[in-house]
C-alpha cells in the first residue's frame, strides 16, 4: 500500500500546500457565511438541515435507513438532526404506505418552501461571488469541485465511496 510520501512523490508539494490552505480559508468562509446567502437570518440554514431538506426534496420520501445510507452518515445521526426539523414543521414523520409500523421522512409544505428560500438566497450569493466569470469558467469550477467532493468522500469511505452529490442547476 502506497504511503503518503509516495503519493506526492512527483507532484508539486507547493502547489499542494496552496491547495489545501485555500480549501481550509474556502471551508472556514463557507462556515462563517454558512453559505446564507444575502446574511440576513431568515436565509440561513445549518449545513446538516439544508443537506437533509435537499436530499428529501430530490429524492422524495424516505426512511431514515434510507436517508443516512444516502448521505453517507450513521442512523442516530440522520435520527438526531432530523428532530428539530420535525419540531420546526419542516419534515413530517409519516407512516410507511406499505409497513404501517415504519417511518417515512418526508419534506413539509412549510420546509419545502423554507428550502427555497435559502436555495435562492444561496443563487444570489453564487451570482455574486462569481460576478465576472464566464458561464464556461463556473462550470469548469463546479465541475471540478464536485469531482473533488466526490474524491474526498471516496477517501472517507474507502472502496464503498458513496457517489457524487447530484448537481442541480437552478
Request: glycine share 10%; net charge neutral; hydrophobic share 35%.
Given at each position: 500500500?502506497?504511503?503518503?510520501?509516495?503519493?506526492?512523490?512527483?507532484?508539486?508539494?507547493?502547489?499542494?500546500?496552496?491547495?489545501?490552505?485555500?480549501?481550509?480559508?474556502?471551508?472556514?468562509?463557507?462556515?462563517?457565511?454558512?453559505?446564507?446567502?444575502?446574511?440576513?437570518?431568515?436565509?440561513?440554514?445549518?449545513?446538516?438541515?439544508?443537506?437533509?431538506?435537499n436530499r428529501l426534496?430530490?429524492?422524495?420520501?424516505?426512511?431514515?435507513k434510507a436517508l443516512?445510507?444516502?448521505?453517507?452518515?450513521?442512523?442516530?445521526?440522520?435520527?438526531?438532526?432530523?428532530?428539530?426539523?420535525?419540531?420546526?414543521?419542516?419534515?413530517?414523520?409519516?407512516?410507511?404506505?406499505?409497513?404501517?409500523?415504519?417511518?417515512?421522512?418526508?419534506?413539509?409544505?412549510?420546509?419545502?418552501?423554507?428550502?427555497?428560500?435559502?436555495?435562492?438566497?444561496?443563487?444570489?450569493?453564487?451570482?455574486?461571488?462569481?460576478?465576472?466569470?464566464?458561464?464556461a469558467e463556473r462550470?469548469?469550477?463546479?465541475?471540478?469541485?464536485?469531482?473533488?467532493?466526490?474524491?474526498?468522500?471516496?477517501?472517507?469511505?474507502?472502496?464503498?465511496?458513496?457517489?457524487?452529490?447530484?448537481?442541480?442547476?437552478?
Open positions: 500500500m502506497p504511503t503518503s510520501q509516495d503519493m506526492t512523490t512527483g507532484l508539486d508539494t507547493g502547489l499542494l500546500d496552496a491547495l489545501q490552505h485555500q480549501v481550509a480559508v474556502f471551508a472556514r468562509r463557507a462556515e462563517q457565511t454558512r453559505l446564507g446567502g444575502t446574511g440576513q437570518l431568515r436565509t440561513t440554514m445549518d449545513r446538516a438541515a439544508y443537506l437533509l431538506l426534496d430530490q429524492e422524495g420520501p424516505m426512511g431514515v443516512a445510507a444516502g448521505m453517507g452518515i450513521d442512523s442516530s445521526t440522520v435520527t438526531r438532526q432530523v428532530a428539530p426539523l420535525v419540531d420546526t414543521g419542516l419534515v413530517k414523520r409519516t407512516s410507511h404506505p406499505e409497513d404501517g409500523r415504519a417511518v417515512v421522512l418526508q419534506l413539509s409544505p412549510r420546509g419545502q418552501a423554507r428550502l427555497e428560500e435559502v436555495r435562492s438566497s444561496r443563487r444570489d450569493l453564487m451570482a455574486r461571488v462569481t460576478e465576472g466569470w464566464t458561464a462550470e469548469a469550477f463546479c465541475t471540478l469541485l464536485t469531482r473533488f467532493n466526490s474524491a474526498l468522500s471516496a477517501q472517507q469511505s474507502g472502496p464503498r465511496a458513496a457517489g457524487p452529490e447530484p448537481v442541480r442547476p437552478s
